[in-house]
């Protein structure tokens, strides 16, 4: 029988518990990652400046402005400078949105049973971006309950940052980041530790094979990562109140997969890298700005140039963000799943051959 | 049957020449030392042998295995490098059977080899400690003990007493003989001189060049040189004397050795004592010691003396 799997993982078991350094990132890291990103995210703005062009200046338009002063959020002004100079307002931080009242307001108000006001924000800070926008709908429907209006349709233009998402999209996004970022972490010194230390030089010599050590240290990792993604799941559930509709199984088995593809992302990394210290660099920046940046997290894939959109496929967390998105927020089962579940599989399967054919035998 | 034969080796660090046309060979059941200065190529000679470094030029056989059959030679030599290489944070018994375990050690035979290596290493009482907290000495025997768990029939030893107390590395020496006489063959580095004594053949290594490789007593009479060690108040002035003179002219303390090839020993003698009349000196001949062997052939060489 072949004990040099088990010898491999019993092995790296022990130096997990014995070094509080792993422990460290394993459990405090998410936690930490976690509860910042997520109140940074879910802060509530008051005293938001908006510049109002009103250019109707009728009894109607005067009372849509009127709503939004009367709330404790926005600070009205008249800004004095022509529309044209909005860009300069917004460089100087004069102002974080305009609201813009077309002369024809009260007359389509009447002729079309709607009217369209403009409001433009500074997203330039996306979070408060968001918030603007949700406070505008809120006052502009409480106008149009108290007017008994029909509806005036808002038309928002955001500028600087195209893309705002819900605070609910957050903590999924956040799982997905962390997870693998400290997956990748993990393992990313797994192979270069033994390389620095001298003991790889010393377990080379003996017939142990190159699929044997990388499956060997991938195991252990699992279970750790998912007890990081349950740590994650219960803060992001009873902390920020994200609603969990799926099923438990369903969203431990594609987190599982998940996490293969990080642990074997940074086993690759580690059989590349000829220090521990580049090592974990590169976990983090192979990991931490693409999931951010490239996954559908903040910016929505659909709105991203070509290229870019082709580079996000290479990305695991673009898969898993749908995954996770679609149990947690909609209840998606397996059926609904398999597609970016497959590209999970493929994805674990190719940097793990990769990871084992790049392991050498021999040293360099 | 030669357990190591080596023909017209070479190995290249991009280009820099580790070894040199390095032809060597291993006979079974001997202690070998391979004996050379820092960056003589030892240790990269030890890795190809193990399969580490690939065999560029030449030609490598080890246990009748070419060495492109590393897989299989690995799994039959022990090999212990020169830098202490076993899991600082597993303890003693934890380090001796991960190791059983690599080598597919069954758990039964295994647990009696440990039994065996613990009274051999005295080292049972230590078995739960971890190797990092095991002194110098102590480092190594677990590590000869590891290399040893699986009944290696090479064993390939980098240095292994490098840094270690006179008294531990004794008992290592001891602890060699002891598995020789089980049968094993041993392959040692060392840049001690002295123990190329405790060695049954020696190989001289330098500059990635075997320089010789024989036995200790065939090497001395091929050596063919006379040594004399001189002493003298002014040793200083008596040094500016005799080094002209002699093919070799080391201090050792305050004794002065030079080296004169046995043929012209009688008429160098007359010149010195021409030389440096007026000088107050001693002077008597002693046996050659492999330190004046290898500073003869080697010289310059740069030698950490025991």
């Given at each position: 029988?072949?004990?040099r799997?088990?010898?491999?993982?019993?092995?790296?078991?022990?130096?997990?518990?014995?070094?509080?350094?792993?422990?460290?990132?394993v459990?405090?890291?998410?936690?930490m990652?976690?509860?910042?990103?997520?109140?940074?995210?879910?802060?509530?703005?008051?005293?938001?400046?908006?510049?109002?062009?009103?250019?109707?200046?009728?009894a109607?338009?005067?009372?849509?402005?009127?709503?939004?002063?009367?709330?404790?959020?926005?600070?009205?002004?008249?800004?004095?400078?022509?529309?044209?100079?909005?860009?300069?307002?917004?460089?100087?931080?004069?102002?974080?949105?305009?609201?813009?009242?077309?002369?024809?307001?009260?007359?389509?108000?009447?002729?079309?049973?709607?009217?369209?006001?403009?409001?433009?924000?500074?997203?330039?800070?996306?979070?408060?971006?968001?918030?603007i926008?949700?406070?505008?709908?809120?006052?502009?429907n409480?106008f149009?309950?108290?007017?008994?209006?029909?509806?005036?349709?808002?038309?928002?233009?955001?500028?600087?940052?195209?893309?705002?998402?819900?605070?609910?999209?957050?903590?999924?996004?956040?799982?997905?980041?962390?997870?693998?970022?400290?997956?990748?972490?993990?393992?990313?010194?797994?192979?270069?530790?033994?390389k620095?230390?001298?003991?790889?030089?010393?377990?080379?010599v003996?017939?142990?094979?190159?699929?044997?050590?990388?499956?060997?240290?991938?195991?252990?990792?699992?279970?750790?990562?998912?007890?990081?993604?349950?740590?994650?799941?219960?803060?992001?559930?009873y902390?920020?109140?994200?609603?969990?509709?799926?099923?438990?199984?369903?969203?431990?088995?594609?987190?599982?997969?998940?996490?293969?593809?990080?642990?074997?992302?940074?086993?690759?990394?580690?059989?590349?890298?000829?220090?521990?210290?580049?090592a974990?660099?590169?976990?983090?920046?192979?990991?931490m700005?693409?999931?951010?940046?490239?996954?559908?997290?903040?910016?929505?894939?659909?709105?991203?140039?070509?290229?870019?959109?082709?580079i996000?496929?290479?990305?695991?967390?673009?898969?898993y963000?749908?995954?996770i998105?679609?149990?947690?927020?909609?209840?998606?089962?397996?059926?609904?799943?398999?597609?970016?579940?497959?590209?999970?599989?493929?994805?674990?399967?190719?940097?793990?051959?990769?990871?084992?054919?790049?392991?050498?035998?021999?040293?360099? | 049957?030669?357990?190591?034969?080596?023909?017209?080796?070479?190995?290249y660090?991009?280009k820099?020449?580790?070894?040199?046309?390095?032809?060597?060979?291993?006979?079974?059941?001997?202690?070998?030392?391979?004996?050379?200065?820092d960056?003589?190529?030892k240790?990269?000679?030890?890795?190809?042998?193990?399969?580490?470094?690939?065999?560029?030029?030449?030609?490598?056989?080890?246990?009748?295995?070419?060495?492109?059959?590393?897989?299989?030679?690995r799994?039959?030599?022990?090999?212990?490098p020169?830098?202490?290489?076993?899991?600082?944070?597993?303890?003693?018994?934890?380090?001796?059977?991960?190791f059983?375990?690599?080598?597919?050690?069954?758990?039964?035979?295994r647990?009696?080899?440990?039994?065996?290596?613990?009274?051999?290493?005295?080292?049972?009482?230590?078995?739960?400690?971890?190797?990092?907290?095991?002194?110098?000495?102590?480092?190594?025997?677990?590590?000869?003990?590891?290399?040893?768990?699986?009944?290696?029939?090479?064993?390939?030893?980098?240095e292994p007493?490098?840094?270690?107390?006179?008294?531990?590395?004794?008992?290592?020496?001891?602890?060699?003989?002891?598995?020789?006489?089980?049968?094993?063959?041993?392959?040692?580095?060392t840049?001690?001189?002295?123990?190329?004594?405790?060695?049954?053949?020696?190989?001289?290594?330098?500059?990635?060049?075997?320089?010789?490789?024989?036995?200790?007593?065939?090497?001395?009479?091929?050596?063919?040189?006379?040594v004399?060690?001189?002493?003298?108040?002014?040793?200083?002035?008596l040094?500016?004397?005799?080094?002209?003179?002699?093919e070799?002219?080391?201090?050792?303390?305050?004794?002065?050795?030079?080296?004169?090839?046995?043929?012209?020993?009688?008429?160098?003698?007359?010149?010195?004592?021409?030389?440096v009349?007026?000088?107050?000196?001693?002077?008597e001949?002693i046996?050659?010691?492999?330190?004046?062997?290898?500073?003869?052939?080697?010289?310059?060489?740069v030698?950490?003396?025991?």
């Amino acid at each position: 029988m072949n004990r040099r799997i088990p010898a491999i993982m019993l092995k790296e078991v022990n130096h997990i518990l014995r070094d509080s350094r792993t422990l460290m990132i394993v459990i405090l890291m998410p936690i930490m990652q976690l509860v910042i990103f997520g109140y940074a995210m879910n802060m509530e703005i008051r005293g938001i400046r908006i510049g109002v062009y009103d250019y109707r200046d009728s009894a109607l338009s005067r009372e849509l402005v009127h709503k939004f002063a009367a709330t404790e959020s926005f600070q009205i002004s008249y800004p004095q400078k022509p529309i044209g100079e909005m860009n300069r307002y917004f460089y100087q931080r004069a102002f974080h949105a305009f609201l813009i009242i077309p002369a024809d307001f009260d007359h389509t108000m009447v002729r079309q049973n709607q009217a369209e006001v403009q409001l433009i924000i500074d997203a330039s800070d996306p979070n408060a971006a968001t918030m603007i926008q949700n406070y505008s709908f809120a006052v502009v429907n409480m106008f149009n309950d108290a007017e008994r209006l029909l509806p005036i349709r808002v038309k928002t233009n955001i500028l600087y940052n195209p893309d705002l998402k819900s605070a609910y999209f957050f903590v999924p996004g956040l799982i997905a980041m962390i997870l693998v970022m400290i997956s990748a972490l993990l393992t990313s010194i797994a192979i270069s530790k033994e390389k620095e230390l001298g003991t790889m030089e010393q377990i080379l010599v003996s017939p142990i094979k190159a699929h044997e050590i990388i499956i060997g240290k991938v195991l252990p990792y699992i279970l750790l990562a998912l007890i990081d993604a349950m740590l994650v799941l219960l803060i992001g559930k009873y902390l920020f109140k994200v609603p969990f509709v799926g099923s438990f199984p369903v969203f431990l088995a594609f987190t599982m997969l998940y996490v293969i593809v990080a642990l074997s992302l940074g086993l690759l990394i580690s059989t590349i890298a000829r220090s521990q210290q580049a090592a974990m660099m590169m976990a983090i920046t192979m990991t931490m700005l693409p999931t951010m940046m490239l996954s559908g997290f903040m910016f929505p894939i659909a709105s991203m140039p070509k290229a870019l959109q082709l580079i996000t496929r290479f990305v695991p967390a673009r898969y898993y963000l749908q995954i996770i998105r679609g149990i947690m927020l909609k209840g998606n089962g397996f059926a609904q799943l398999m597609q970016p579940g497959l590209a999970l599989i493929l994805m674990a399967a190719v940097l793990l051959i990769l990871a084992i054919k790049r392991f050498s035998l021999r040293l360099k | 049957m030669n357990t190591i034969n080596i023909e017209h080796l070479c190995y290249y660090y991009d280009k820099v020449q580790a070894l040199d046309d390095v032809s060597l060979s291993v006979i079974e059941g001997e202690i070998h030392g391979l004996i050379g200065p820092d960056s003589a190529g030892k240790t990269t000679l030890m890795r190809i042998l193990c399969g580490l470094m690939p065999t560029q030029e030449g030609k490598v056989s080890v246990l009748s295995l070419d060495s492109d059959d590393f897989m299989q030679i690995r799994s039959l030599i022990g090999y212990m490098p020169q830098r202490f290489s076993l899991y600082q944070d597993l303890s003693v018994a934890e380090n001796l059977k991960f190791f059983a375990r690599l080598f597919n050690v069954p758990a039964g035979e295994r647990d009696k080899r440990m039994q065996d290596l613990y009274a051999f290493s005295h080292l049972e009482e230590f078995s739960g400690r971890r190797a990092g907290a095991l002194s110098g000495g102590m480092k190594q025997k677990l590590a000869l003990s590891c290399a040893l768990i699986h009944r290696p029939r090479l064993l390939i030893l980098d240095e292994p007493t490098y840094g270690v107390d006179p008294v531990s590395r004794q008992e290592f020496w001891q602890m060699l003989k002891q598995i020789q006489g089980d049968g094993t063959t041993i392959l040692v580095s060392t840049p001690y001189m002295d123990e190329a004594e405790l060695c049954d053949r020696v190989s001289l290594i330098n500059g990635g060049k075997i320089l010789e490789s024989d036995t200790l007593t065939n090497i001395r009479s091929k050596w063919n040189r006379k040594v004399f060690s001189f002493s003298a108040p002014n040793l200083k002035q008596l040094f500016g004397v005799l080094e002209p003179l002699a093919e070799s002219c080391q201090l050792f303390g305050n004794e002065i050795h030079i080296v004169i090839p046995n043929a012209s020993a009688a008429q160098s003698l007359d010149i010195i004592k021409s030389r440096v009349e007026g000088i107050k000196y001693r002077y008597e001949e002693i046996e050659s010691s492999m330190e004046d062997i290898f500073l003869s052939y080697m010289n310059p060489g740069v030698w950490r003396v025991s």
